[in-house]
């Protein structure tokens, strides 16, 4: 027979380790983001997730894959038809497989630098692209 303690410990220890295992998030999106945007592959392969936080000074881009190609930078465009004339540059891309920060210029509007794009410099191609939408 079991003791009165087993009886009462055992559902305790249970509900407990299902509240933890049930509060993982798979969500990659960083809290407190205000703009976010999945990306889409366009001259290359792709992926991942672009979002920008509260203060809007930091673009992230997390589980961000794509193809190694020449030149490759991360820009802020208005559209993807007229990336080449508008567009804020954030730098050269920091990797190919991974999560990396960026930082943005203060008072970005996100609502006309809508497109996060990995643009090969050297050919005038876009690798991917994200479109950032209110969170």
Partial sequence: MRSFHSLILIPI??????????????????????????????????????????SGTTLTLTNFKTDSGPDLNIYL???????????????????RNGTYDYSVPAQTDFDAYKYVVVWCVDFDVNFGYAILGKQ
Wanted: hydrophobic share 35%; net charge negative; proline share 3%.
């Fill in 13 to 54: 220890l249970l509900t407990g380790f299902l509240l933890v295992a049930c509060n993982k998030s798979d969500d990659p999106t960083p809290t407190g983001a205000t703009y976010q945007g999945d990306f889409v592959s366009g001259a290359h392969s792709t992926s991942g997730v672009a979002s920008v936080d509260s």
């Fill in 77 to 95: 465009a208005t559209s993807l038809s007229t990336i080449k004339s508008e567009h804020i540059d954030l730098g050269d891309i920091k990797g």
